[in-house]
């Protein structure tokens, strides 16, 4: 069933909000946070995809991506499937005190849905929008940024650790390569 928000042009920057089933709270954790990061990093790296802004929530993330190879689709699939298998891997053999919880509704999710296998760590939709202009950008990457500043989890968008702010604020290195947004 289509929900609307499909990538039509499969090299353009868009803005993305991937999602935990249930808003399940698995970004708590660092170890769970780490493996976003290292995949984003290895998608950089060999999926040719483009990262203007980032910032990763308890329970969603929202990016601005663009593929140079025009698989965006593609990479967001495998992203997700790759974060998916070693996020469960990690909850099952870890110390996790809530794993009977989170397990039980990733399978109960993935129950409810033809598409999904055992468990399903990831909503299906992406709830993403295509970049057409600069104020669109703007207006997109000041959201990403302040959500954790809305969440009442730092002063300044800056402070938070899991997002590009500090990155693009004060031009210094972050946990992901911040693509330069050429217009």
């Not at 060999?46 to 990016?63: E, F, P, Q, T």
């Not at 039980?104 to 849905?113: D, G, I, V």
């Amino acid at each position: 069933m289509s929900n609307g928000y499909q990538i039509r042009d499969q090299y353009a920057a868009h803005f993305i909000t991937p999602a935990i089933v249930d808003w399940v709270d698995v970004f708590t954790r660092k170890i769970y946070r780490d493996i976003v990061i290292d995949s984003l990093n290895f998608c950089i790296k060999n999926k040719a995809l483009k990262v203007y802004g980032y910032v990763i929530m308890s329970n969603h993330m929202h990016l601005i991506v663009q593929s140079e190879t025009g698989n965006l689709s593609d990479t967001i699939r495998d992203f997700k499937k790759f974060t998916s298998t070693n996020i469960l891997e990690a909850i099952r053999t870890g110390s996790e005190s809530r794993r009977e919880w989170m397990l039980h509704r990733f399978e109960w999710n993935a129950a409810q849905n033809k598409r999904s296998s055992d468990n399903q760590l990831w909503t299906h939709e992406n709830h993403l929008e295509e970049v057409r202009s600069l104020k669109f950008f703007n207006q997109k990457l000041d959201y990403i940024h302040y959500n954790p500043v809305r969440a009442g989890l730092v002063e300044l968008p800056e402070e938070y650790i899991y997002s590009s702010a500090k990155t693009i604020i004060k031009k210094v290195s972050g946990l992901v390569p911040i693509s330069d947004w050429i217009f």
